[in-house]
């Protein structure tokens, strides 16, 4: 069992940056593909950001792409979003999930087993 617990979310203007962290407690962190979803209201969870168990492989939606950096720490069980010209529409609840699937075709909600509570990003003036 993976234990996922997600920080670092709040209010920021548009332009501003925001990182994410996310906390994993419980055994092997580094044998978890790991990733962020976010939703926003009235709409689905959609896929963020991934990155690979080594940390050497990422893969970003086409809306962050450029913007957002994915990272993670093994040794510190963490694993990040870094946020940076932040617009209104990504205000949403942001989730970073962890599974066993493989690859950058790991973007479905029902490919990762373990999931945060979430965290809220307000973009706004």
């Known amino acids: 069992q993976v234990q996922l617990v997600e920080s670092g979310g709040g209010l920021v203007q548009p332009g501003g940056s925001l990182r994410l962290s996310c906390a994993a407690s419980?055994?092997?962190?580094?044998?978890?593909?790991m990733g962020w979803f976010r939703q926003a209201p009235g709409k689905e969870r959609e896929f963020v950001s991934l990155i690979s168990r080594s940390g050497q492989g990422t893969f970003y939606a086409d809306s962050v792409k450029g913007r957002f950096t994915i990272s993670r720490d093994n040794a510190k069980n963490t694993v990040y979003l870094q946020m940076n010209s932040l617009k209104p529409e990504d205000t949403a609840v942001y989730y970073c999930?962890?599974?066993?699937?493989?690859?950058?075709?790991?973007?479905?909600?029902?490919?990762?087993?373990?999931w945060g509570q979430g965290t809220q990003v307000t973009v706004s003036s």
């Open positions: 419980g055994r092997s962190f580094s044998s978890y593909l």
């Open positions: 999930a962890g599974g066993t699937c493989s690859g950058y075709g790991c973007i479905k909600r029902d490919q990762y087993d373990y």
